[in-house]
Structure formats: structure tokens, C-alpha cells
């Protein structure tokens, strides 16, 4: 069942039972007169606040989804939000199924989409966020002198965001460095942004991933070696967990010089 349809069901299921309730203690006399319209406004105000919930819930769900990766779960809920918002919020719905893309490191298609974007129909507090995830892709697509300048500028805001923000920019910024061939610079992003993503399993395993990477940059094999095996344990089946397994499965001489 659709999440519209769900919504309608609990709204008229709520309604149908204050009908129901009504006639059952009150009798059949005149609907809608003093305590009466009252108590059926509280009735529909009731089914509204459960409806809520349950579209929170189903938003609520569709992050999980995205924080451990499981890319199928995140489509269902994203379609499941499409179809409830249809007519309003469009540009928010859009901005969540570039989250998505990027999981698939389809970045180009991503990039497209997050330049795109009507940041003013979204949301003030989205634009440093988009501009976050444009710099992610920008990097990934082999332009780190670009992605730090575009880190960087929104870097104090998402700070002040709150803490699943500041893991965000720390990462991507950490990234950015390590890209840029500065590995010792972006040790300290990166443990920031691990230490502060307990409920992003997904960032976690790419901060520590990337930890691992430039210890390893550094030849610190012991220190690159445990910040791989915090990527694995993180989300073992993830992206970035399998590609810290592959590292810790390579010979000691090779991940020293990765």
C-alpha cells in the first residue's frame, strides 16, 4: 500500500470511529453541535498527528537505509515518499534520491542533478549540504583542488549544524586532503569525522577507510592496518568495508605503499 494511501486509511479510520463512538454513547440527535464539532476536529487532528508519524517514519527508514547502505531499502522508501509527496516538496524528494546516486558512485549523473537543484525551494540549511555533496563527487571524479575550495567554504556552517553535519564536512574535506597528496593534513578530519558518525555506519567505514589510507600514504603500516579493520567491522558488506578488506588482504609491503 501506497504511503498516501495509508495516510487517507488512518485519517478516515480515526473519523469512522468517532462517528462510530458518537452514535454508540450519544445517540443519533443532531452531529456537529458545540462539544461535538470539537471533539471531531481533536478526532481528525489525532488522525493527522499519526499520519505524520507514519510519513516520518517511512523518511526515518529511507536514512537508515542510506547509513548502512542497503541501496534496495533505500529505493522502496524513496519511492514510497515520491509518490506521498507528488505535489509538494518535489525538490526535497529530488535532493534525497541524489543521495542514492552517490551511493551507487554514479557521481557524474549526481553532480548533474545536485547543480540542478532549486536550492530555494529546499531550504536555507540545504545549501551547504548540497554544496558538501557536490564537493564529495567533485572529488571523486578526480578534482580535489576544486572539491577542498567547495569543502571549505561551507565547512563553518555545517560545523554549527550539528553533529551528524560536522561528521560530513570533516570527511569530506579529510578526503579532499588525502586526494590532494597531503596525508598527514587530512588525519585529523578523517578521525574526526569516524569519532562522530556512530549512526552513519556508512561514513564511518569511509572515514576509517580513508585513515587507512593515509597512514598507509605515511608508512604507517601497524596504524593503517587497524584503521582498515575499523572499516571492515564498520559495515563489513558496505563499499568501503570491502575495499579495507582487500587492503588487509594484500601483502604487508603493498598496503604500506598504497
Known sequence: MSLRNRVRLVIIAVIFLWFLAHAWFVGARSLLEGWELW????????????????????????????????????????????????????????????????????????????????????????????????????????????????????????????????????LVLGVCEFLLGKPSEALLNLEKAYSSAEASPSRRATAAFYLGESYSALGSATEARSAYQQAHEALPNGRFGLRALERLNQPPSRTQTQ
Open 39 to 170: 471533539s471531531l476536529l481533536l478526532a481528525v487532528a489525532i488522525g493527522i498527528i499519526i499520519s505524520n508519524i507514519i510519513v516520518r517514519r517511512s523518511a526515518s527508514r529511507f536514512k537508515e537505509a542510506l547509513a548502512r547502505e542497503d541501496i534496495e531499502a533505500a529505493r522502496r522508501q524513496h519511492k514510497l515518499l515520491i509518490d506521498f509527496w507528488r505535489w509538494r516538496g518535489r525538490e526535497t524528494i529530488k535532493a534525497s534520491g541524489i543521495s542514492i546516486l552517490i551511493l551507487e558512485e554514479r557521481y557524474l549523473d549526481a553532480l548533474e542533478q545536485l547543480q540542478g537543484l532549486d536550492i530555494k525551494r529546499i531550504g536555507k540549511k540545504a545549501a551547504p549540504v548540497v554544496t558538501n555533496q557536490i564537493a564529495w563527487c567533485t572529488a571523486q571524479v578526480g578534482e580535489p583542488a576544486k572539491a577542498i575550495e567547495l569543502s571549505r567554504s561551507v565547512f563553518a556552517q555545517m560545523q554549527s549544524m550539528g553533529s551528524a553535519y560536522s561528521s560530513s564536512s570533516n
